[in-house]
């Protein structure tokens, strides 16, 4: 029975990993960069990377709000929305939004603009998604619709969650083997490198994995709930998650107060160490206008805002998120923020990022090994020649999309119409291409080939940046941008691990059949 | 410094942990460890595991111990690369847990 156990174990295993690892490698890689998907953001800004970062709080905070107020009571008067973003250690910039209704659209467009170390307006930073294309693609999926590529998404996370539990338990000597690493021994070695990246994150997998379903559990599994509260979703949100409703506008101009006056209330509320992350003003210059402010949660484990909302006519205090939810929401709320960890400081989303790519290469390696023990067994066919093709496109791909992005992010014309378009293009031609040359050859020259492009290309970016951008690597190290230097290294880590796999290429790539001269020979 | 703190303490567990084993044993101290002491040394490195917690949790509430757990793959990855590369050396980063305490004042 035990052994039969372990057999069913083992299959399920295989072929719950294999059939989604491709997806999951998508998954986990996107999910890895949007760890940094500020920095990422940042980055793709080079506009913003003089004169205008600092990671200092404003001096003057109640003259920074009065500047910001008549700065956008002049230049959005009749926005819907206004709000003031004070740096922080992740946007170390001062900026000023507004957003702006467009007929026939149901979300407004948004309007950012950055502010210099002078208190002026900044140049505007060029039109790109930065680290927000990796994160909507962690689990939107980019080009799929919206709804079936959150199930696909969900889908492939429960296979993950049933890889990880079989792996486990096929893992006979998970123990014994904690710290074994046994290199140039084929699939040994193949399955070694699979159990320790699986095996030392292992609760950093489950734990981003189970999390990953609870982020949209109420999409996934929403019926136990509606049928508490009798299929209307919304007073299942309002019950759960008491939130501040916002009062349509009236219609009615009225005067609005000096927001920054509320600061000494929001003080006198939230403690004088507390750090306000930002200010949203709603319906500006109507009778129903209201100033929410949203307070730096830091290293909280919690992804739930902080708000105090005031009427922005008379200063009522309107809303103030509360300090205790029940025992059911802190708990969805700790594990969205395992998930997500928006408290996580500097050390601590390295870490994560490095576990994510580790994720990465659990995956990988489990797709390699697949190749290399039916190979081992001599079983050509049309699997493994699918297996072997969807290796190439996607362990190459990725990282070959990514350096195209940066790229493209750096090289297109800063006026060019569609321009976020051309960049998500660019991220998926380098997958396209890996794409096109395994439908050729799947063989060593082919992985040799397209590392080696990679490499070139990432090797080249932190040089075309210092070429293009006012600021480079050095000056950024000088200056102490440490985020900014930190994504020029990793364009040098990325060019030096595609040469050395280029190198050291798996033995799970096969390689390419000789000439029939030299067979015979 | 907390960080440094609680990854040495990890690193020292996880060292205690890979010595417990026979054949890593025998790769540093070129002899294989007797009954006792191989079990001696696992429970060295639990004990310093579970030490290593409360310090998180002392140092840095709930967000100490998700970073302690984090820490623990640069850890053992760390012992990975020395049982591969130098086993020799493993014996010295089983005792990374005095220069932990040694910075613990200044991690608080």
Redesign the interface.
Same mark, same amino acid.
């Given at each position: 029975m035990k052994d039969s156990f372990y057999r069913s174990m083992n299959w399920l295993h295989t072929w719950a990993g294999l059939l989604v690892c491709w997806v999951l490698l998508l998954i986990f890689f996107a999910g890895s960069l949007s760890f940094f998907r500020h920095e990422i953001s940042l980055y793709a800004k080079p506009e913003l990377h003089a004169n205008v970062i600092t990671s200092a709080p404003p001096a003057d905070l109640a003259a920074t709000v009065q500047h910001a107020q008549q700065f956008l009571s002049t230049k959005a008067p009749h926005a819907p929305d206004w709000l003031i973003e004070f740096p922080s250690a992740r946007q170390p910039y001062l900026s000023y939004s507004w957003s702006e209704k467009i007929d026939g659209q149901r979300r407004p467009k948004f309007h950012s603009q950055p502010i210099d170390h002078n208190g002026n307006e900044a140049e505007r930073p060029r039109d790109t998604l930065g680290g927000n294309f990796f994160y909507r693609l962690h689990f939107d999926l980019h080009y799929l619709p919206v709804q079936p590529a959150r199930y696909l998404v969900g889908i492939c996370t429960m296979f993950m969650l049933i890889a990880l539990i079989s792996g486990i338990i096929i893992h006979k000597r998970i123990f014994?083997d $904690? /710290?074994? !690493?046994r &290199?140039g021994k084929g699939s040994r070695s193949w399955l070694d490198a699979h159990n =320790?990246s699986a095996v /030392? %994150?292992l609760? $950093?997998h489950l734990v981003i994995t189970y999390t990953g379903l609870i982020t949209l559990m109420f999409m996934y599994m929403p019926w136990a709930g509606l049928s508490i509260w009798k299929g209307d979703a919304d007073a299942m949100f309002d019950e759960m998650l008491p939130r501040f409703t916002q009062p349509s506008p009236s219609g009615q101009a009225a005067p609005m107060l000096d927001v920054h006056t509320l600061l000494p209330r929001v003080q006198q509320l939230w403690g004088d160490e507390a750090q306000i992350h930002d200010i949203r003003i709603r319906n500006p210059g109507d009778s129903q206008a209201t100033v929410s402010f949203n307070r730096d949660t830091g290293?909280q =484990?919690t992804d739930e805002t902080t708000q105090l909302v005031f009427s922005a006519v008379d200063g009522t205090l309107l809303y103030q998120s509360p300090d205790n939810h029940s025992a059911a929401v802190a708990v969805h709320d700790t594990l969205m923020a *395992?998930h997500t960890a928006r !408290?996580a400081g500097p %050390?601590?989303r390295s *870490? &994560?990022f490095?576990?994510g790519l580790?994720g990465c290469a659990m995956i990988a390696s489990g797709c390699l090994l697949w190749a290399l023990r039916l190979r081992e067994k001599r079983r050509q066919g049309f699997g493994l020649s699918l297996v072997e093709g969807l290796n190439l496109t996607m362990i190459v791909g990725l990282p070959l999309g990514t350096v195209l992005f940066f790229l493209a992010n750096r090289l297109l014309p800063e006026a060019l119409a569609g321009r976020p378009n051309l960049e998500v293009a660019a991220f998926f031609a380098g997958i396209a291409l890996c794409a096109l040359t395994a439908t050729v050859r799947r063989d060593s020259r082919a992985w040799r080939a397209l590392l080696g492009l990679t490499g070139l290309l990432a090797l080249a970016l932190p040089l075309i940046n210092a070429l293009s951008t006012p600021a480079n690597i050095f000056s950024n190290l000088q200056h102490g941008q440490w985020s900014l230097a930190i994504a020029d290294l990793l364009f040098i880590a990325t060019a030096a691990a595609c040469w050395f796999a280029r190198h050291h290429l798996p033995k799970g790539v096969p390689e390419p059949r000789k000439p029939l001269r030299e067979q015979t020979a | 410094m907390s960080t440094l703190c609680l990854f040495l303490l990890s690193l020292g567990s996880f060292a205690l942990l890979a010595l417990c084993q026979f054949g890593h044993y025998r790769s540093a101290f070129g002899r294989a460890p007797s009954e006792q002491r191989a079990a001696t040394l696992k429970y060295a490195g639990l004990l310093q595991l579970c030490i290593g917690a409360v310090a998180a949790i002392y140092l840095q509430g709930g967000y100490g111990i998700i970073l302690y757990i984090c820490l623990w793959i640069p850890a053992a990855f760390t012992v990975v690369m020395l049982l591969g590369k130098s086993a020799r050396l493993l014996p010295t980063a089983a005792v990374a847990i005095v220069p932990a305490l040694a910075l613990l004042p200044f991690a608080v």
């Open positions: 014994k $904690f /710290f074994s !690493f &290199g =320790i /030392f %994150a609760p $950093f290293q =484990i *395992l !408290f %050390a601590l *870490l &994560g490095v576990m580790l | -």
